[in-house]
């Protein structure tokens, strides 16, 4: 058994000090103030934007912040998590941007799109500001780290491609919990979770990173792979029509 845990997501409080928490608050809010110049993106990064032109999401935080002193947790963090935590390696580190009034990020699963066969990686979520209601933070179903993916389609929210349809959202009779958290603790949830949040009601805007570990043996499906790139197709086109 690869988690320490049958449940899907989880916290760890008071893993981070908060003094680097405050550094790297700093470095995002420079790059969220580029949003009046150009952001110099790269190929192998993705950015997202919202109606108003602000960054909502870029897909590859660590090429314009130093997470050097992160790193340094990432193994304490790991080992809470899982077993053999040096088996897994740090594959992707984003951002997400929840501004005022934003629109809410629908019920989905990570691993439609990360499409693995097994459930061999999870994800660290750090908040980098605080969550005050209305302004919800992720609500995570109550299901077992081997939840099976479900169908998904194509969504026209930015920076989430696809979601699971209410009519088999509906069926399963879900309970939900939204973890009450600190600055410094941070919140993981493996590729299985199932999980959404609200809309932005609040005047603040709020933002946090997301760090991906993969098992080193991770094996892609390349049937759903496929089927992937087709629901994908098909946000582009969704978000193609809703901006333009």
């Known amino acids: 058994m690869r988690f320490k845990f049958r449940e899907s997501s989880g916290l760890i409080k008071n893993i981070l000090p908060l003094e680097i928490i405050k550094e790297i608050s700093v470095q995002i809010e420079n790059i969220i103030d580029s949003n009046k110049n150009k952001l110099d993106i790269s190929e192998s990064n993705y950015l997202v934007r919202d109606n108003l032109h602000r960054i909502t999401y870029i897909s590859n935080i660590a090429e314009y912040i130093n997470i050097n002193k992160l790193n340094n947790y990432f193994d304490e963090i790991n080992s809470k998590i899982v077993h053999k935590n040096k088996n897994f390696l740090l594959s992707s580190s984003e951002l997400h941007v929840r501004w005022p009034g934003c ?7 990570d691993n439609f799109y990360h499409c693995f066969k097994d459930v061999t990686s999870f994800k660290i979520l750090l ?4 969550f005050k209601y209305p302004n919800s933070f992720l609500n995570y179903a109550k299901v077992n780290i081997d939840q099976t993916t479900l169908r998904h389609v194509a969504s026209s929210v930015p920076a989430f491609s696809s979601f699971i349809p209410e ?3 509906s069926s399963l009779n879900l309970n939900w919990i939204n973890y009450k958290f600190n600055l410094g603790d941070i919140l993981w949830h493996s590729i299985s979770s199932i999980h959404f949040a609200d809309k932005n ?5 709020s933002y946090f990173l997301v ?3 993969d098992e080193a043996s991770s094996i892609i499906d390349q049937k759903m792979m496929n089927n992937y790139k087709k629901v ?3 946000h582009k086109e969704l978000i193609k029509k809703k901006f333009n």
């Open 103 to 109: 629109e809410s990020i629908p019920p989905h699963q």
């Open 127 to 130: 908040p980098l500001t605080e």
């Open 167 to 169: 009519s088999i959202m």
């Open 201 to 205: 009601l609040t005047n603040a805007k």
């Open 211 to 213: 760090f991906r570990f």
């Open 232 to 234: 994908f197709d098909k």
